[in-house]
């Protein structure tokens, strides 16, 4: 199996553990897979949820936050989710993408220009360290 399909099966799983942790409130909560704008609904709030899986955080205490790709905004800069859910191979969190944004500047982050892992082409991304990105948001178990 490629990287890419590996990298895809293992973001699915973290989004059916995601999916697992918000049924447990809202039992309407479904995942999206035909729209690009978001992973998680739940009706119930009216609320949508991107979900990102960086296994890789955890060894380098960065989490690369995307926002452009094939030389077009991307992630971060086109999201339509209210919430963001960060996962690493330990942690989850729940945070805005408006918080994310508010990180970086404070920071004073440049973004960086690499191909990653899987990919063809490059991107841009922020490296943002994972302990201070996780200071703007909350536990997912505590905040859904």
């Known amino acids: 199996m490629n990287t890419f399909n590996t990298d895809l099966n293992r973001g699915l799983k973290v989004e059916k553990e995601v999916l697992k942790i918000a049924r447990k409130k809202y ?3 479904t995942l999206i897979d035909a729209y690009k704008g978001y992973d998680l609904w739940i009706p119930e709030i009216h609320k949508s949820f991107e979900i990102k899986y960086d296994p890789m955080s955890h060894e380098t ?18 999201t ?7 996962c690493d191979n330990v942690i989850k969190i729940i ?9 970086i500047f404070l920071n004073k982050l440049q973004y960086r220009e690499f191909i990653g892992q899987g ?6 991304a922020f490296l943002v360290n994972k302990n201070e990105l996780f200071r703007f948001g909350k536990p997912l178990g505590e905040s859904l």
């Open 80 to 86: 339509t989710a209210d919430y963001w859910i960060l």
């Open 61 to 78: 205490n960065n989490f690369v936050i995307e926002i452009e790709m094939f030389n077009k905004p991307s992630a971060l800069l086109t």
């Open 27 to 29: 039992k309407c909560a």
């Open 119 to 124: 990919d063809t082409t490059s991107k841009k």
């Open 95 to 103: 945070i805005k993408p408006i918080d994310i944004i508010r990180c």
